[in-house]
């Protein structure tokens, strides 16, 4: 209900959602920032808004993407991670620190619901876990692990009669119990078993047959913790397409292994788990350096565009390898390959070629990055969908910018 007070119009809850094209829960979210005020109405059923503030904040946000659109590059207000410095941080606090004192689940759940619990244990329904197991055993033998977690996301899916509920509670609970079925469905290549209540101590025996000790299980939890989120990446840019016309959570995941799976993002590792492997059986790292450049290829696990020096993510991992005794070769070989560049051209490891040692020291196939890259992201990627729930729908929609034949022109010929 609206009215007059004090020669201002007033706005229930619902009419100020409207005039700003959002949901009546973003409404509170924008009082509780400090970008709207509110009044509790006296009969105590609501509260009601300033529609002169309303609209300027509406005319704000307006100008805020005609700016982004000018620019030529499409901008999101997010309020999950900001990458500055040579740092990045996870609403507000640095993300390498959060690996330093808090598992993957803890941060994961902070994430998602601002509580950070450290006890929290992620489970699924044997109904959905067994529906995505059974649509991996049915792929064919040379199958990768992106198949597989793509395959089992749909899977899990198909078994979700409520999958199409975006009430937050509701996604919420898919997302505590993707992340699992996602480990889960993968085929486990030994029998060992630390830890089966955690995602890094079910996920180490489905990426290795070594037995790892507390050193090693501590790394694989950091490298999932350090690749939860990172902006605006491609993927996650797929992923908040796919929840701003509303597809429900599993559907958004698998926008984002879409995009994931490409040599430029996700499958990156790989490369660089490739590249330290032949450093390792010819001794140097100076010939096969030579022999990329020489190819007109980039050295893999070097140089990111948002970090002028070394990524954060990559510092934090090999701190955490070099408690790791076994990882010590693969550590060297990688400084080496960082060296040798650097008389060539002035680049930084990145977190690509961290995940190699991970992967190589560890006897890790070279998809093993991609699917541990694949699994920690899953969370960031629920954690961006939920935020554009709370978005006006379809804003994702940029205005293609034509440049073909003018109209009209003729039928074409047969």
Sequence with gaps: MSGEQGGSRRLSTKEAAERLGVKPETVYAY??????????????RGSSFDAKEVDALTRRNTRAAAASSA?????????????????????????????EHYSYEPVAEWLWTGVL???????????????????????PAHSGPMDRLRVATIAAAAADPLRFDLDEQAVLGTAR????????????????????????????PRLTRRAPDGPWMSALDKALVLLIDHDLAASTLA??????????????????????????????????????????????????VADHLRAGRRVPGLGHRLYPREDPRAQALFAALAEVPQ??????????????????????????????????????????????????????WITHALEEYGERPLRMRPSGHYTGARPPQPLPLP
């Design 177 to 204: 119990a993707l992340v699992p079925t996602l480990v889960d469905a993968l085929p486990p290549v030994s029998d060992w078993a630390r830890d089966e209540h955690t995602i890094a101590g079910r996920l180490w």
């Design 31 to 44: 009082v509780s920032r400090g970008l709207l005020s509110s009044r509790r109405e006296a009969n105590g």
């Design 327 to 380: 990882a010590r070769e693969a550590l060297d070989a990688a400084r080496d390959v960082v060296a040798t560049t650097a008389r060539h051209t002035e680049l930084y490891a990145n977190v690509d070629l961290a995940l190699a040692v991970l992967t190589v020291a560890s006897g890790m196939p070279p998809e093993a990055g991609e699917t541990v890259f694949a699994v920690s992201r899953t969370a960031g």
């Design 71 to 99: 620019a030529g590059e499409l901008a999101v207000k997010t309020r999950i991670t900001l990458i500055e410095k040579d740092r990045y941080y996870f609403r507000g606090v640095d993300a390498t620190e959060l690996a």
């Design 117 to 139: 619990r450290e006890d929290v244990r992620f489970t699924a329904p044997e109904e959905i876990v067994g529906a995505a197991r059974r649509a991996v055993q049915a792929l």
């Design 239 to 288: 992923v908040r397409v796919a929840a701003s016309a509303r597809a429900h959570p599993y559907a958004a995941v698998s926008a984002g292994l879409g995009v994931l799976e490409g040599p430029l993002h996700g499958a990156a590792s790989g490369l660089a788990h490739r590249m330290l492997t032949e450093v390792l059986d010819r001794g140097s790292a100076a010939a096969v």
